[in-house]
Each structure stands twice: as C-alpha cells, then as structure tokens.
C-alpha cells in the first residue's frame, strides 16, 4: 500500500503488520485511533514505528526478535563471499556479454578473468562489531570458513565469544588487525557514523566492509572517501542510512561495492518463522495476553504502578547510567548488583519490577532488544547478565515508603568515568525518590544529589573554589541550561565529583572545553 492508502485504511483494523518499509508515523496511528490496537513488526528493528504515537494512541507494539537471526548471518556471509570474489561485478560484466546477443545493446560486456580476481577467507581475519544474535552466527560461520574471528562488543560476556572460538577486542583493536569488518551493532546515539574518517584511517589498507545492520552506523560520505582512497578495498552492503537510496547515490554505483536490497530477512524460511512470531503475538495481544515481545507495553498493571512508579523509572535510570559508563573495552558486564534499601519485608514488596526495569535500563541502550516484565529474565540470561538481588532493611524516616534506596552494581567491569568506581572495584550508582522524583545520590564513593530528569555529566575534579562556576560558564555560553549541580567529596581539599543535570545536550565542542579545564581530571556525558 502507499502511505495515503495505509492512512485511507488503517482504521478498519484493530491490528497491523509491517516489515522495515512501512512507515508507522504518528499520522497513521492517529488515523487507526479508535480501532487500531496493536502494530505488529515482523522483524527486529522498529526504528520504522514512532513508539512515543503508539503508546500515546494506546496500540501495542510489538516485533519478532529471533526469527529472522540466521537469515541475516547467511545474508552476512553471503555478501562476504561474493565480495571477495567480485560475483556481482564479474556476473554484470559477463550478462552484457549475452544480452547483446539478445537485444540491441552496446558491447560492453567481457569475459575477464584477470580483472575479477579476488581473494581468499580462509586464514585472514573478520573482525565482527556487535556480538549479539546476527553477530555471533556470522562469527560461527566464519570459522567454518577457516577465518580467524576477533569480535567488538562491550557489553558481550566474554565467555560466549569463546566458546564460538572468538576473541573479544577493543574497537581499535579490531579495526586495526581486521582483513574483514562485518557490522552487527544496532543503531544508537553511540553507534551513528561510528565508521567514520577516524576509524577508516585506524584499519588496514586494503580493508573490506560488510554491513546487514543499519545504514546509520557508517557516515557514507567517508566510506566513499575510503573506498576512493583504495584504504577500503570493497563494501558490500545491505542497509542504507535512506532506504532506498537515492539513485545516483555514489555509494551504490562505485565499482567496489556490492549491494542488495535490506534483503537479510528476505529469506522464504525467515518470513514464513517472523509470520508466525508476529501471528501469534498480535492473536496474544488481541486477546489482552502480555506478550513476550511486546515494545512498549506497561510493565505493569496501573494500581500496582502508582506506589512504585517513581522507583520503577529510578530502577530503569539507574541502569541506563550504569551501562554507558561501561568502557569500550570488551569483556562485557559480568555480574549486576541491585540492592534495595526498604522497611518492608520480602511479602511486602515484589523486587520483580525493579529487577526488570534495571534489565531494561542495561539492556536496550545497547542493543536491538525490547525488555518488558515477561522477557525480563530470559533477556538477562540471554545476553549472559547475571543479576543478583540484596535487601537491606531500614527503618524508614517516611513510613509509607516502599523503598529508601536503590544500588546497582557492575562488577568486573572497566569504566569510562573512574569516579564511579567503587573502593570494590565495581561500578557503583544509588539513587532514592524525593518528592516523587527520581534523584542520582552516590556516584562510586561519592556521595551526590541531583535530580534524574534530563541529561546528565559527571566531572571529577581536584576539589577547589570555582569549578562550579567554570563549568556553569561554559554550559551557559552555549545556551545549555542546568536543571539540577550537586558536588560530592570524600575529603576537603582531595577528590570531588560534580554531578550536572542539563535540558539540553551539549556539543562535542562544549564537552571538550570542559574537558579542558586543568583541575578536572575527567568527565562523562550520560543520556537519559
Ligand atoms: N539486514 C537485515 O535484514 C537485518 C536482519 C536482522 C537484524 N538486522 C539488524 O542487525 C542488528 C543486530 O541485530 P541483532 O538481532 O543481532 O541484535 P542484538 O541486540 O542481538 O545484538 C546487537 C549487539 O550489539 C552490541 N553493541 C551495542 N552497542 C555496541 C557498540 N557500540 N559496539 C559494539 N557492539 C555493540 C550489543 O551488546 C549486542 O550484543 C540490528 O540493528 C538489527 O536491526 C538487520
Ligand atoms: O530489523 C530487521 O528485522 C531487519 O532489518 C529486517 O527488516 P525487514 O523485515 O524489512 O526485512
């Protein structure tokens, strides 16, 4: 259908199914309000369906997460192998041949065989960036191919990548050693033109590219550099940052690249296992079951919500914190801590929720995945996070509060902001309700106060007069407003940590400039 048909439509049916194609704007969900109750994705991605319109019109979304996986690893394999061995070039060059013998057509065509040749797999290295469902397939394929897989995933526990006989390394590292770079991240604030000219320039020369991920994860306008350069040998690729691409995209039409269509579902086994995924969870939904995969449904029932809504966005904020304070190197998040400081005993408050919304805060930055209150767990365990619970009781100023506090803890893992590590060696975040509202109040052995309801920078800092006005300065010249500044120290005149809530988010240059300032020692910027 076209969008004009869709919207002339949608609003004879109570659900809808589409794949990445269909555009599930805020107009069509407007135009199914009344009817409209469920949007089925068949397929991962949902960056097709505007989340915030559906849940504001009441439609439930939701995808199928598994079934498309080895369609896309083949997909994946399939680009690599018939890039290394120019098959679409030589396969265009050699039908010009013949159908000049079928229709009038200049003799373009040729039987080459020295200009097609390609190179071997066997023994050279694929570096596979992203080791999660498509991610870790690819790599299992690959060593059948007699390649050496190294892998870059931070949030990937490093014993799954072993057990495939893979090698998980920091992002330099991979690019650097890669003879083969196979894109397998999902597209995040993080992962936009993460292949850039900076990282093109850090790779062999002579490096070839295979992307089925998303287009937005290479700045397009470099990869042409690089491949023009000869520092990019081939491209082959499945996803485009404007699908479709323009026609005289300059990507597409360079004689080293293979392209194809978002074709790494298009398998008739893949789309007849999404069909059923997507079938039964749409029947489920329908039927007001909670569905397993189900994007932005409730985590729970209203009433059970109100007493602990402020706790459960503190739960997932937390998370949310911790997760990007994971350094790049990989090796993953091994153990999570959450430990909840209550009155009330264990009949009295079902940690469940709170345990799933820190899985959702851990999780979803950083990877395709969805977390609700029924995949909770699986997820964690899927993606190898090993979440452990303490209570610690305490009598509670406010009596009717379910909680004091709320700790979350990443053990065994490297941090971006060294602040936030704990005197343990692990990532620490704690946090409590005030007046209703989420508030960050420790950050590693610092203890700080400020509101969690816009964006976030952590600065440590040589504790002195001034710093806060510094920073403010610098915020305030380039019209970024702060919401909330606290400063925590452990002792007068050593350490201290400045914890800065900002409306806006503050460009690269901003950050450098505070960066910049001599007595702070390093700085973080967190999304909220
Ligand atoms: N071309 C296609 O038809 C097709 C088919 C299926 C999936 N996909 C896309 O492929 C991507 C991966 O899908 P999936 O099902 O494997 O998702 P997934 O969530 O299972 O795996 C993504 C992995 O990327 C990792 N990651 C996150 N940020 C990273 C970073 N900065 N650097 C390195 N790794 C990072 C995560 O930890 C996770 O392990 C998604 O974008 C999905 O939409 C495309
Ligand atoms: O996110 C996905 O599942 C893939 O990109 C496949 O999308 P498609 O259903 O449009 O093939």
Redesign the pocket.
């Known amino acids: 259908m076209s969008p004009a048909e869709l919207l002339a439509k949608v609003a004879q049916f109570d659900a809808l199914i589409v794949?990445?194609?269909t555009k599930v704007t805020r107009e069509v969900l407007e135009a199914g309000r009344g009817r409209l109750r469920v949007v089925g994705r068949?397929?991962?991605?949902i960056d097709n369906v505007d989340l915030q319109a559906a849940t504001e019109a009441g439609c439930l979304v939701v995808n199928a997460p598994t079934a498309?996986t080895v369609a896309?690893a083949e997909h994946g394999i399939a680009l690599l192998a018939s890039m290394a061995r120019n098959v679409s070039q030589a396969d265009a060059a050699l039908k010009a041949v013949y159908s000049r013998t079928l229709t009038v057509f200049t003799a373009q065509g040729k039987w080459q065989r020295t200009k097609y040749v390609g190179v071997s797999l066997v023994g050279k290295t694929l570096a596979v960036m992203g080791f999660g469902k498509v991610g870790s397939e690819v790599a299992r394929r690959a060593k059948g191919l007699g390649m050496h897989v190294i892998a870059h995933d931070p949030y990937a526990p490093a014993d799954r990548a072993r057990a495939i006989g893979a090698e998980l390394v920091s992002f330099d590292e991979a690019i650097g050693r890669a003879d083969f770079i196979s894109l397998h991240m999902p597209l995040t604030p993080a992962t936009s033109k993460v292949f850039n000219d900076e990282s093109f320039a850090k790779m062999k020369n002579g490096v070839r590219i295979i992307n089925v991920a998303r287009g937005g994860v290479i700045d397009e306008d470099a990869l042409v550099r690089a491949l023009d350069s000869g520092k990019v040998a081939q491209a082959a690729l499945d996803?485009f940052t404007e699908e479709p691409p323009a026609k005289d995209s300059k990507l597409v039409l360079h004689e080293n690249v293979t392209v194809t269509p978002?074709l790494?579902?298009?398998t008739v086994e893949a789309q007849e296992g999404?069909a059923i995924e997507i079938a039964e969870a749409v029947v489920g939904a329908l039927r007001g079951e909670l569905a397993a995969t189900a994007v932005n449904a409730p985590m729970v029932p209203a009433e059970v919500m109100s007493e602990l809504a402020p706790y459960v966005s503190l739960a997932e904020k937390l998370g949310k914190l911790a997760v990007q304070l994971v350094a790049g190197e990989s090796g993953g998040i091994k153990g999570v801590k959450v430990v909840y400081t209550t009155a009330r005993g264990p009949d009295d408050l079902d940690t469940r929720l709170l345990r799933a919304m820190v899985t959702k805060g851990i999780v979803e930055p950083v990877s395709?995945t969805f977390v609700n209150l029924v995949n909770a767990d699986y997820t964690a365990k899927q993606r190898g996070l090993r979440i452990t619970e303490e209570r610690v009781s305490h009598e509670s100023p406010v009596a009717e509060a379910p909680l004091e506090s709320i700790q979350v803890r990443l053990s065994h893992v490297q941090s971006k902001f060294a602040g936030a590590i704990s005197d343990g060696g692990d990532i620490v975040l704690e946090g409590r309700v005030k007046y209703g509202v989420p508030h960050l109040t420790v950050v590693g052995p610092y203890e700080v106060d400020v509101s969690l309801e816009g964006n976030l920078i952590l600065c440590r800092q040589i504790d002195q007069p001034g710093m806060i006005g510094k920073v403010g300065n610098i915020l305030g010249q380039t019209n970024v407003n702060i919401s909330f500044m606290s400063v925590g120290r452990t002792f007068r005149g050593k350490q201290a940590i400045m914890a800065i809530g900002v409306d806006e988010e503050p460009d690269k240059e901003t950050l450098e400039h505070i960066g910049h300032i001599p007595a702070i020692e390093e700085f973080v910027f967190l999304e909220l």
């Open positions: 794949r990445s194609g068949a397929g991962v991605g498309n896309a996803v978002h790494g579902a298009s999404v395709s």
